[in-house]
């Protein structure tokens, strides 16, 4: 469709934005973690009702389309989202009138192809075809009964409309058109809603510059930072199951922290030091988790205090700690950065230990490091399938999987997050060891050997990063 007409306030603007990124969030979130279908479908149900004002929901869609168009990465990522949410729409909508779909198709295609129509098959040609139709339908495993096919309509559709479909022979085709039943056309639309966004977005992004030049105090900004604009729980006063101080920081990065964190831990006590972004990431992170700033300030002044005087130390890095807190400067309490500013902002360089494994290692360093840390087989596959195809989230919450077995069962672990937060991980972790243990967290040493934990340690020098 095209862009709405109409006016709004600027508070209007970024308030509609953000209810939509918050149901595409969650739509993220549910994905990640596998929700069963009728699961799925109520929470989304349910995170929807802020998008049933037609107006909100129709500018939000072209607010975030701007927004995400800048890149390959931010435009895959709303894709994905909305296509599903379309598609869990469409689902909707279908099942209590059936013609919407024929209604779709046709729009579809009198704006795309010269107004040829798709067809619903007649009740007289359904029984004419129907031993090629129900052989097209049935499986292996599973064939179409004389009820379901009596209850299933077909439509003709042009066949390079439905080559998924064909592909895998999962429809009739005769003179140019497949013959595609009710249910299975909804993957077919959503195909194509997929395919009219992904080109609306690429031309946006040829025009973003350009469309917001002159503008940079209002809607720029706005724009250009919705995608780090964190929308989940706040973390800034965050609480750990249990204590901690800096005198257990080691072991719970070794067991309870996720791997960009871990990472971080392992870049400090290796270096003695941290680069700026280093220090923002895990310094905000320790903070969320429950670290009170003279805690803080005792725990980096033990590690740089290895390689500068105490002076050096109050002079040049003190006052950043401080800051964090809310304790210099504007006194602004800042807040732990989520997964999204850390895949998306500065890349790490030669001597950085900051930003997303995931995101920053390459293949071969990130297989080495999983391994080092006792991830192997098919859950070390599964995460860098995850990197490989650039689900990055979906890899951390693979790895959150795979080091706290059972997690999902086990009652009182609000799971909420993980992978979209590192304090979310880290709460979900220690929460799910404590519960576990049956009393407050008691620290014990990772399962990883001496000989692993050094080995995994001299990675993060070695380590190369991808170019961004």
């Known amino acids: 469709t095209d862009a709405p007409s109409f006016e709004l306030t600027l508070d209007e603007f970024e308030e509609y934005a953000l209810a939509r990124l918050k149901v595409l969030r969650k739509i993220e979130d549910m994905r990640a973690r596998n929700f069963p279908h009728d699961k799925f479908r109520s929470e989304l149900d349910s995170a929807m009702q802020t998008l049933k004002d037609s107006k909100v929901d129709l500018a939000s869609h072209f607010i975030l389309r701007a927004a995400y168009c800048r890149s390959e990465d931010l435009r895959r990522w709303f894709l994905q989202q909305e296509s599903a949410l379309f598609k869990h729409r469409l689902n909707i909508a279908s ?25 619903r098959v007649s009740e007289a040609d359904k029984q004419n075809l129907r031993d090629k139709l129900q052989a097209a339908g049935s499986t292996a495993n599973k064939s179409v009964s004389i009820i379901e096919f009596r209850d299933t309509a077909f439509y003709k559709i042009p066949f390079s409309q439905a080559l998924e479909l064909v592909s895998s022979r999962q429809v009739y085709v005769h003179k140019g058109y497949a013959y595609v039943p009710t249910q299975k056309l909804v993957s077919t639309i959503t195909a194509r809603f997929r395919s009219q966004v992904s ?14 030049a002159g503008d940079e105090g209002r809607i720029g900004p706005l724009l250009k930072n919705m995608n780090q604009t964190y929308t989940g729980k706040d973390y800034s006063q965050a609480k750990v199951v249990g204590d901690i101080n800096p005198q257990n920081v080691d072991d719970l990065a070794k ?93 790490p360089q030669s001597g950085d230990h900051h930003g997303c494994p995931f995101r920053h290692y390459d293949d071969d360093h990130l297989s080495a490091l999983l391994s080092s840390l006792n991830l192997k087989g098919p859950d070390k596959e599964a995460i860098m399938q995850h990197k490989k195809t650039k689900n990055y989230n979906l890899a951390c919450v693979k790895h959150f999987e795979a080091t706290h077995p059972g997690a999902l069962s086990v009652p009182g672990i609000q799971l909420d997050g993980v992978g979209n937060h590192p304090n979310a991980w880290f709460q979900a972790s220690t929460s799910y060891f404590a519960l576990k243990e049956g009393k407050n967290q008691t620290l014990t040493q990772d399962p990883m050997t001496t000989a692993e934990e050094n080995n995994a340690v001299g990675l993060v020098s070695s380590t190369s990063v991808e170019a961004n």
């Open 95 to 119: 099942q209590t009138n059936t013609s919407i779909l024929a209604k779709l198709l046709n729009k579809a295609n009198t704006d795309n192809e010269g107004g040829v129509k798709y067809q």
């Open 199 to 212: 080109g609306s977005l690429v031309r946006a992004s040829a025009a973003f510059d350009d469309a917001i």
């Open 255 to 347: 067991r309870s922290m996720p791997l960009c964190m871990r990472q971080l831990q392992r870049g400090l006590k290796q270096d003695h030091k941290l680069k700026h972004w280093g220090r923002m990431q895990y310094g905000l992170f320790l903070k969320g988790a429950g670290l009170s700033m003279e805690d803080s300030l005792v725990f980096f002044q033990a590690e740089f205090t290895r390689i500068m005087n105490v002076d050096q130390f109050q002079k040049q890095y003190s006052y950043n700690i401080r800051h964090m807190y809310g304790k210099e400067g504007k006194r602004k309490s800042y807040t732990p950065y989520n997964c999204t500013k850390i895949i998306m902002g500065n890349p």
